[in-house]
C-alpha cells in the first residue's frame, strides 16, 4: 500500500471512530477506537511506539511515544482539545525527524467535523512515481 493510500485508510477510519463517538472523550478512547478500526483493515499498528532521542553515539530514552505507529510507515497522534497549537504539530514534526519517516497525521477529534482537524505532516517527503 502506497503511502497516500495508507493516510487515507487511517483518514477513513478516524472518521468512521468519530461519527460514532463525537467528540468530547479522553484521548486515549479514541486512540484505541483508532488503533481498533485499523487493525480490522489489518494494518499493522503500535500503539504508544517509544521515540528515543538520538545524538551522535548517545541514545536518550526520554519517554517521547508516538500515539500510533501505522505500518511501520505514518504517525498518528490523536488530540481531543479545543484547539490545536503550533507545539502539537511540532510534535510531531519532531517524532517525524527523530524516526526518519517522512508521513504523520494529527488528528484531533474534539472537532464537531473532524476533517476540521486532520492535518498532514510531512518530513523531507518524496512522492513515488
Do not use: W
Not at 477513513?12 to 483493515?41: D, M, N
Not at 528515543?52 to 490523536?78: H, N, Q, W
Not at 481531543?80 to 517524532?95: C, G, N, R, T
Not at 504523520?104 to 477529534?109: A, D, R, S
Amino acid at each position: 500500500m502506497v503511502i497516500n493510500e495508507l493516510t487515507s485508510a487511517i483518514i477513513g477510519a478516524a472518521i468512521r471512530v468519530h461519527r460514532v463517538l463525537g467528540p468530547g472523550l479522553l484521548e486515549s478512547a479514541y486512540r484505541a477506537c483508532l488503533a481498533y478500526e485499523l487493525r480490522k483493515l489489518e494494518l499493522d499498528v503500535v500503539e504508544e511506539h517509544p521515540i528515543p532521542v538520538v545524538y551522535e553515539d548517545v541514545k536518550l530514552e526520554c519517554g517521547f511515544r508516538a500515539d500510533l505507529l501505522v505500518s511501520k510507515t505514518v504517525i498518528v497522534e490523536c488530540k481531543a482539545k479545543e484547539k490545536l497549537h503550533p507545539v502539537d504539530k511540532a510534535q510531531v514534526a519532531s517524532h517525524l525527524r527523530l524516526t526518519e519517516l517522512q508521513v504523520g497525521l494529527l488528528i484531533n477529534f474534539h472537532e464537531l467535523v473532524l476533517k476540521d482537524g486532520i492535518q498532514r505532516i510531512v518530513n523531507n517527503y518524496r512522492p513515488v512515481e
